[in-house]
Structure formats: C-alpha cells, structure tokens
C-alpha cells in the first residue's frame, strides 16, 4: 500500500520549526485512489504506521486530521468531473497522497494534491445570541451554521494539531502539499 520515504515532504522544512534533518526516525506515503472511500485507507494506512512505530496514543488525533486533509484534497483538490462515468483524478493526473514523517517528538501528516488553490478555511459562526436573540438560518432556527455538514475541516485541523500549512509544488510534481505537525510524547 505504501512507500517508505518521500522526497514531497521538502518544502514542508520552509514552514515547519527548526528540526535536524537527520533526527528523521521514520517516514512512510501511501497513493491514494480518487475515490471517498480512499479516507478509510489513509486512516487504516495511518493506523498501521503508527503501530509499527509505537505511536498509539494520539491516533484518535491524527486519524482525525488525516482524514479531513485527504477528504479535502478529494472534494478540493482533484480536477472536477468531466462527463457522466468521468471520476475526478483519472488517468494522466498525480495521485492524492499521504505521507507521514517521524521525528522522536514530532510527527508531521502530509497530503499532496494536483490542485495549486490555497485551502480555504471556513470561519464557524459564534453560536451565541445576537442583542439577546439567535439570527435564525434558513430552516434552522436559533442554530447559526452550527449545524452546517460541511466547511469545519480545517477549522478541526487546527484545533487537534499542533501547527498546520500548506506550500505549492512545482516541476512534475505541481499541486500542494497541506500539512499538520504533532509533537509527541516522549517514546
């Protein structure tokens, strides 16, 4: 299913604190099909990776992240369809991508996608009243998208990493990576 090892984690060195490139003590990617169900395989792909490298604790976390980086990059970062029976992603374009990357107190989850659009953050409203009111939403009275399905992604990104970004890729690897760190207990 995976790879050990990625040169796409690179530009991550830009945005990420000072870290000895030679303190890597692991790193693992997996392709990931275009297809929604490829979450599930980032999370059992995350799943396994952590196991083998005896970090169990903040799996909840991580898969949590994992699993909105990838389903961004799948709702966000692939080409849109192009006719009936077309898949986003098909044949020809680069792959969505997870790479995970180990320090001894620092993990990094990486998603690569084809798109160059910045990721989009959606502000969720206050839920709070408004000169002692709830504003009412269409259909929802007194819930000011607090309800709302979507758009929370990264804002759940934030809250469970400890630091977050993306950088564009260029040459034959064109797209972005966005990336969330992890520090880590003491092993």
Not at 32 to 38: C, F, I, K, Q, S
Not at 95 to 101: A, I, T
Not at 115 to 143: A, K, W
């Amino acid at each position: 299913m995976g790879t050990e090892g990625s040169t796409v984690l690179e530009p991550l060195w830009q945005g990420l604190p000072t870290l000895d490139a030679a303190s890597v003590s692991g790193s693992a990617s997996c392709a990931l099909p275009p297809r929604y169900e490829a979450v599930k395989s980032a999370r059992d792909f995350t799943r396994q990776t952590l196991h083998r490298w005896g970090i169990t604790e903040e799996f909840d976390d991580v898969a949590l992240v994992v699993s909105e980086l990838v389903t961004n990059a799948m709702r966000h970062g692939l080409p849109p369809v192009a006719g009936p029976g077309s898949v986003p992603g098909s044949e020809g374009d680069p792959p969505v991508r997870l790479h995970l990357m180990r320090w001894s107190a620092r993990l990094v989850c990486a998603v690569r996608d084809p798109s160059s659009e910045p990721p989009q953050v959606t502000e969720v409203p206050e839920l709070g009243p408004v000169d002692g009111e709830f504003p009412d939403l269409p259909g929802v009275p007194g819930l000011p998208g607090f309800t709302a399905e979507s758009g929370r992604g990264l804002c759940l990104v934030d809250s469970f990493s400890d630091n977050w970004g993306w950088h564009p890729l260029s040459g034959p690897l064109a797209g972005k990576v966005v990336w969330a760190l992890f520090r880590l207990g003491p092993l």
